[in-house]
């Protein structure tokens, strides 16, 4: 059902969209066993219950796809890729806060990792040539399609993706999402991405996920960052993506910005191999007053921005009209 929104529960157990009063962090250096989520991470309380390890069966498919990638030149399908310019070097959480928290310090914007070509010319006219999208989500993504945050329905996510031209085919998003890592009754991005693709999906792709990822990485997941970004890559076959990069406050633990920013480097460099992939570098734009007390989640204020910026970055990154100059993997 277009427009349909797959939420999930918080690793607090609570519904998604509740805030936890708290927004603590573990301290730096605790020892965690492999894949399991952080305690007092974002969204957490005080004895929050643990991430499952990574499921053996769940690396078992991720890692045949990695294998069975196939070359670049796949027929692409719903978007005009242009030629993109290769980049140069570069850089749990759980449900979305509740609307009326408290924004984080309100100092100037926080700059993430961006490479030395950005696609910086203003939308098209004629909007995205992205005809269907998809959007995969974590709790960062819940803000955007919340009536508590966002009361006004042309501020929301579905219709701002269709002020630029694309129809909305799923927006599935749901509280701690990893690539690899699932909850109890969840999914994660790539068995959605996959049942998607086997129901015959064909269209763009926007992934705002990897906070999660780039966490479950430093608590000892085998999964490392670029094997995950290459299953959703892989995942997708050749169809136009634009990932979403991601932005922490915080200093210490497995959400610090400097994890944050290792995840951004490592969709850059990936980017360089993907003739079908952007990159929209939210980090360079996302200002700390939007942000809540907990680092991580916005205010509605920046859910509102969130959503709107990221429709624009859409019909930067695949427009309707041939670009007159070579598409950048990079999108501010």
Not at 168 to 186: F, K, M
Request: a positive charge.
């Amino acid at each position: 059902m277009p427009g349909r929104v797959r939420r999930g529960e918080r690793e607090t157990g609570e519904p998604a969209g509740r805030a936890d009063p708290a927004g603590q962090h573990p301290p730096a250096g605790q020892d965690l066993p492999p894949g399991q989520a952080v305690p007092g991470g974002p969204g957490a309380h005080a004895r929050p219950p643990r991430r499952p390890a990574v499921q053996r069966r769940t690396w078992a498919i991720l890692a045949g796809a990695v294998a069975a990638m196939t070359a670049t030149g796949v027929a692409l399908a719903g978007a005009n890729l242009g030629s993109p310019a290769r980049p140069g070097s570069a850089a749990r959480t759980g449900g979305a806060a509740r609307a009326g928290r408290t924004a984080g310090p309100a100092a100037g914007g926080q700059a993430g990792a961006a490479g030395s070509q950005a696609a910086t010319a203003p939308v098209a006219a004629t909007g995205s040539s992205c005809t269907s999208v998809t959007h995969i989500g974590d709790s960062t993504s819940e803000g955007m399609v919340s009536a508590d945050y966002l009361p006004r329905r042309s501020q929301r996510l579905h219709a701002q993706y269709q002020r630029v031209g694309a129809r909305v085919e799923h927006l599935d998003i749901s509280g701690a999402r990893s690539i690899v890592e699932t909850l109890p009754g969840q999914r994660n991005a790539h068995q959605v991405v996959t049942k998607l693709i086997r129901t015959g999906y064909r269209g763009c792709w926007v992934l705002a996920l990897g906070t999660n990822d780039t966490a479950d990485v430093v608590v000892g997941s085998a999964v490392s960052r670029p094997a995950r970004i290459r299953a959703m890559m892989s995942a997708v076959h050749g169809q136009p993506v634009m990932w979403v990069n991601v932005i922490s406050l915080l200093s210490s633990g497995s959400y610090a910005e400097h994890h944050m920013k290792q995840w951004n480097a490592a969709l850059l460099r990936a980017c360089a191999r993907y003739p079908n992939m952007r990159v929209y570098d939210w980090a360079s734009v996302a200002k700390r007053r939007w942000f809540i007390s907990d680092g991580i989640h916005y205010t509605s204020a920046g859910y509102r921005a969130r959503s709107r910026l990221i429709a624009r970055a859409l019909a930067q990154a695949f427009p309707r009209a041939a670009p007159s100059h070579p598409a950048s993997c990079v999108v501010h």
